[in-house]
């Protein structure tokens, strides 16, 4: 079945500094979604990508699609405390299923 | 509107018990769906709704049985509970591929 990888797992990142979390999958995906989940919370939808090689900003936040429409990322810049949380993205199959990532669980250090 | 709310929030089952969970939108979607989160990982689908009267089995359906008799509501069933159940689990429900959660149910079987 479809499978959608993420990495890194874990990212440790000091307040004020980029990172970068990304998402791969072995098939051509028709569009995909980012969430995040801030601790002991629920998934919160952030942004859906279809076409190839788009990029999308909300303030800090960048998200691209992949030319190939295999592999997705998000950047932040300027960490913020209020940036913790997992950030999944996810692969939309037939029936408005969703195939998550496993998530990249973000800690800021202040 | 109060979105997705999931009863209860908490509760703890012992081996065999069974119990049902329920998941209410106002929002008048179609598509319902039921995850379970397990510690550091992603969401998986258990089951999912289309529409009013009609289920679908997800990618880890085993033990577990819903309903949809009302358009607003999607109800996950577990019959004999066990302690590889024990998970976090999320309602959702969607409009045009973007997925709104409820705030999740914390199940524990001892």
């Known amino acids: 079945g479809q499978q959608v990888m993420q990495i890194p797992q874990y990212q440790h990142v000091q307040e004020g500094e980029d990172f970068t979390t990304y998402c791969n999958s072995s098939?051509?995906?028709?569009?995909i979604q980012w969430y995040k989940q801030r601790p002991g919370g629920h998934p919160v939808f952030l942004i859906q990508l279809v076409k190839s090689g788009e990029v999308k900003k909300q303030k800090r936040l960048t998200f691209q699609f992949g030319e190939a429409k295999k592999n997705s990322s998000l950047h932040i810049t300027a960490t913020q405390t209020t940036d913790v949380g997992t950030y999944f993205c996810a692969a939309i199959k037939r029936g408005n299923k969703l195939t998550f990532g496993g998530g990249t669980r973000v800690l800021v250090k202040p | 509107n109060a979105g997705v709310t999931q009863t209860p929030k908490f509760r703890v089952l012992k081996t065999g018990q069974s119990m049902t969970l329920l998941c209410a939108q106002d929002?008048?979607?179609?598509?319902m769906y039921w995850y379970r989160q397990d510690p550091g990982m992603g969401l998986r689908l258990i089951h999912y709704?289309?529409?009013?009267?009609?289920?679908a089995k997800g990618e880890v359906p085993d033990g577990y049985n819903v309903s949809r008799l009302k358009k607003q509501n999607f109800l996950l069933g577990l019959e004999s509970a066990a302690p590889s159940q024990t998970s976090v689990y999320f309602c959702?429900?969607?409009?045009?591929?973007?997925?709104?959660f409820g705030p999740g149910t914390r199940l524990t079987v001892t």
């Open positions: 929002m008048n979607h179609e598509y």
């Open positions: 098939t051509t995906l028709s569009n």
């Open positions: 959702a429900s969607s409009w045009q591929n973007e997925q709104y």
């Open positions: 709704s289309v529409g009013e009267g009609t289920t």
